[in-house]
């Protein structure tokens, strides 16, 4: 969720996903079904949807896709309390957050501890290498004065 949608109201959108709502649009349709996503912009997947004209019968969709600038109106469940909602929602969102964090610093750890005994053991097999190459030299140049 980008900060631009956790600083509004889709926030509650987002905390709704998984409950049956009653949308209304712009176009005087009603829309009943379960939330299955928002995005940022009030998009919405609708499951098990029922898309009611003012006029004329419902039909059934086993979705529906509503872009958020036809939404003109979300009805609440009735047994629910918005700010309970809200606030567990947010409290999960900080905790994946943290938890997101957190598993990039192990990764970064990880990988800096595999390049560090890579680059280790490389500079170790360089290093004897070296001191061997050396070594020749000094003992030839040795031999030889």
């Given at each position: ?15 709704l996903q ?44 086993p979705f ?82």
């Amino acid at each position: 969720m980008s900060r631009r949608s956790s600083n509004s109201l889709v926030v509650l959108l987002h905390a709704l996903q998984g409950r049956k709502l009653l949308l209304e649009l712009q176009n005087d349709v009603k829309v009943s079904g379960k939330l299955s996503h928002c995005d940022e912009y009030m998009n919405l997947l609708i499951d098990d949807a029922v898309w009611q004209p003012l006029q004329g019968p419902a039909t059934p969709y086993p979705f529906l896709f509503v872009k958020g600038r036809n939404l003109r109106m979300v009805h609440l469940p009735g047994n629910l309390d918005p700010a309970i909602l809200l606030d567990t929602h947010i409290e999960q969102m900080k905790k994946q957050r943290v938890t997101a964090a957190l598993d990039v610093i192990n990764k970064r750890h990880e990988r800096m501890a595999k390049g560090t005994s890579s680059a280790t053991a490389a500079a170790g097999d360089l290093g004897d290498g070296l001191s061997e190459a050396c070594g020749e030299q000094q003992l030839g140049g040795e031999g030889e004065g």
